[in-house]
């Protein structure tokens, strides 16, 4: 099945921004609802948003406003773009569509 990679992740100061993308392998990606998790140190996987096919999206609430996922179909790649980052934003960030996980990529919030 598909395979995803995520990229972007890093270190930034609070209130700083960070775009991560998600490059996926196979030829059925633009008709995959795709979606964000991420994974604090000692919390429970969340999910920070979806994205269907169509691009129409759906955040949580932690991240509305401040968090806006895109994609780009013809280059089967899944964007995040994160501003007015927070140390709480600090997790591990996950690629989840067509059955597939990334390995995840770091970000890091701190001054």
């Known amino acids: 099945q598909v395979q995803l990679v995520e990229s972007g992740g890093g270190l930034v100061q609070p209130g700083g921004s960070l775009r991560l993308s998600c490059a996926a392998s196979?030829?059925?990606?633009?008709?995959?609802?795709m979606a964000w998790y991420r994974q604090a140190p000692g919390e429970q996987r969340e999910l920070v948003v979806t994205i269907t096919s169509g691009s129409r999206t759906n955040y949580a609430d932690s991240v509305k406003g401040r968090f806006t996922a895109s994609r780009d179909n013809a280059k089967n790649t899944v964007y995040l773009q994160m501003n007015s980052l927070k140390p709480e934003d600090t997790a591990v960030y996950y690629c989840?569509?067509?059955?597939?996980w990334g390995p995840g990529t770091q970000v890091t919030v701190s001054s």
């Open positions: 196979g030829s059925s990606f633009r008709f995959y609802t």
């Open positions: 989840i569509g067509g059955r597939s």
